[in-house]
């Protein structure tokens, strides 16, 4: 099993950082930025147009420029993820 990696761009400074996915859905997207006991969890949640995931960890803010049809798509590809409506 490998690790899904993606890139987030810090806004204060507009470094993009590489972070490690620890759970993701079409709401939200759970990533652990650094590594081994210094790592940290972030909720990256999706915006009110849908058109990217931001969040924050330790007083910065993330943000992930996907936006929410992306990441469904995404998903799909993946993990065969399908949306079930009743």
Known sequence: MSTEKIKVRATSSGNE?????????PERIT?????????VRCTLNATANGA????????R????????DQVT??????????EFRR
């Open 31 to 39: 990533v652990v930025v650094g590594s081994g006991i210094d790592g």
């Open 52 to 59: 990217a995931y931001a969040g924050s960890v330790m007083g």
């Open 61 to 68: 803010e993330l943000v992930y420029e996907r936006s929410r």
């Open 73 to 82: 798509a995404d998903i799909a590809r993946v993990a065969g993820y399908r």
């Open 17 to 25: 950082i590489d972070v490690v996915v620890f759970s993701k859905s």
